[in-house]
């Protein structure tokens, strides 16, 4: 394994700047994964990362030493502790990370369930949709223009893993997508649409969920098929985005074997 001790280091410099944000993720076409889980899940269900970090300390950890076994033949990088807390978005970092490749989709949408996001800028809302997603069985997921980049470290440590599980577009025209969708998109609007224990949910879906001040704009919202409301006590403005999309997500979902 080779070792890194110095903040100059070219290497590190750019580990450093794919923690920062989207942005570099996009330009260097990875993303930094954080932890055990997501390491973990990347290699069940993915394969092998570019990368794989260490820290110093966790050369000690009984559950890293079992990941840097079952990640024979990754490049492996031992960091010491403080620059590899730098690296880390968490407070207290257990000590392992990966660089992966940002996958590519080159294969159309062909079909069925899906969510839509417009604009919805909040890193942990985005990743708990996306866990809310996988977990109800709706594998693709649209972002707009304005949401919060898909592959940052707050996304991906928001949806636990779910990432490696769907099916991410970003940059996507919503409205285009709309027109074109063959099912009916269904929007959420704080009042004055259907209540969701009364809608028709079956077929295929394109739930369309908007950003945390201003909701789904409205040139998306007259395309849609339906409104939904989620009834909600009297005394009670709206629900955070991603609690709603969980609602609406399971409320929705076809069986899971």
């Known amino acids: 394994m080779k070792t890194i001790s ?7 410099k750019a580990l450093l700047k794919l923690a920062e944000g989207s942005r570099e993720s996009r330009k260097q076409g990875r993303a ?5 889980h997501l390491v973990a899940a990347y290699r069940a269900q993915v394969g092998l990362p570019e990368m794989l970090l260490i820290s110093e300390s966790g050369l000690d950890n009984d559950e890293i030493e079992a990941i840097v076994a079952a990640n024979a033949g990754s490049d492996m990088i031992v960091l010491k502790d403080a620059l590899f807390k730098s690296l880390s978005g968490v407070s207290s970092p257990v000590g392992v990370a ?7 989709i080159s294969a159309p949408f062909t079909g069925g369930s899906c969510v839509l996001l417009d604009a919805v800028q909040d890193a942990g809302n985005v990743g708990s949709i996306m866990r809310s997603s996988a977990a109800a069985g709706v594998r693709d997921i649209f972002l707009g ?3 919060a980049g898909a592959w940052s470290p707050r996304v991906l440590r928001a949806a636990q893993g779910a990432h490696f599980r769907l ?6 025209d919503l409205e285009d997508f709309v027109r074109s969708f063959k099912g009916r998109a269904l929007t959420t609007v704080v009042s004055g649409g259907v209540p969701l224990r009364d809608a028709h949910l079956s077929g295929h879906i394109a739930w369309v969920f908007g950003s945390e001040g201003r909701g789904v ?10 409104t939904i409301t989620i009834p909600m006590a009297a005394e009670t403005e709206s629900l955070n985005v991603a609690a709603a999309a969980a609602i609406c997500l399971f409320a929705s979902a076809k069986p899971i074997q």
């Open 217 to 226: 704009r409205p040139s998306l919202v007259a395309l849609a098929s339906q």
């Open 167 to 172: 099916q991410i577009r970003e940059s996507v």
């Open 98 to 104: 990966a660089v992966i490749a940002i996958p590519t």
């Open 145 to 147: 223009p304005g949401c």
């Open 32 to 36: 930094l994964l954080d932890g055990p």
């Open 6 to 12: 110095s903040r100059e280091n070219a290497e590190y």
